[in-house]
């Protein structure tokens, strides 16, 4: 596999959340905004994950889109890094 051909290292995004604020977490990868949806998971069938927090705080925010605590990073990225050739 050619390093052009190699899937993204995946990594989570800091983020600064407002207490009460609703947010919507991409689901569908394909957000530009990532974390967060900008509205190109139309057509695939996929949607966002609407959520809000109810304190303001600093979080990380899963950009694999494999954690089980969306919208919240739980380290899953590391496993398919190393499965996609990342040390
Ligand atoms: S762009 Fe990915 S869920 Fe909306």
């Known amino acids: 596999m ?5 899937p993204p290292k995946f990594a989570p995004i800091q983020v600064q959340l407002e207490a ?5 977490w991409c689901r569908c ?6 974390p967060f949806c900008d509205g190109s998971h139309k057509n ?4 966002p994950l609407a959520f809000m927090t109810d304190e303001s ?8 889109k494999k954690t089980d605590k969306a919208p ?3 380290g899953t990225h590391n496993r398919i890094n ?3 050739g990342y040390e």
Do not use: F
Not at 20 to 24: D, L, T
Not at 44 to 47: L, S, V
């Open 2 to 6: 050619s390093e052009s051909d190699k």
């Open 20 to 24: 009460g604020k609703q947010y919507y």
């Open 29 to 34: 990868g394909l957000s530009k905004n990532q």
């Open 44 to 47: 695939t069938g996929i949607t």
């Open 57 to 64: 705080k600093s979080a990380w925010l899963c950009v694999c």
């Open 72 to 74: 919240y990073c739980d």
């Open 82 to 84: 190393r499965e996609n």
